[in-house]
């Protein structure tokens, strides 16, 4: 079976209105939350630009602070394009009924989640190693 001939027979899967309507309702909230999430971003380059302003990356720890804020930055708007871009191809599969491009937009989704879930472990090793280093310093007071 060629993977055109898959791909036609995938959406013929027949998904009734109900889950129609449940996907069209979880990714119009997708949407959402990556529109709130641009509108964070632009939050966050505003307070990079007025730190710059009052001198807050000047002082010798100011470089650091100003990699990290980009560093989150950069992160945030991949997250949220990602975001954006599986709502927006899920919406459109679901209206023209277009497996490939759900797929796309399936594929995006759990890209998103990939990143989000590798972030927490690495949050979590962080934490775990800061505490480590806490626990030794006071034990060797």
Request: no cysteine; aromatic share 12%.
């Amino acid at each position: 079976m060629s993977t055109d001939q898959l791909s036609k027979d995938l959406f013929t899967l027949n998904m009734n209105h109900e889950a129609q309507n449940s996907f069209q309702g979880l990714f119009q909230w997708v949407y959402y939350s990556a529109v709130i999430g641009f509108a964070s971003i632009g939050v966050s380059v505003l307070t990079i630009i007025l730190n710059f302003g009052n001198g807050t990356y000047e002082q010798p720890s100011g470089g650091s602070s100003l990699v990290g804020a980009l560093f989150g930055l950069a992160i945030s708007i991949f997250l949220n394009l990602t975001l954006w871009g599986a709502s927006t191809r899920i919406r459109k599969a679901l209206l023209h009924s277009e497996q490939s491009t759900f797929n796309e937009g399936l594929s995006k989704f759990t890209l998103y989640f990939r990143v989000i879930g590798i972030l927490a472990i690495v949050v979590l090793v962080i934490l775990v190693l800061a505490l480590i280093v806490g626990i030794i310093a006071g034990v060797s007071r």
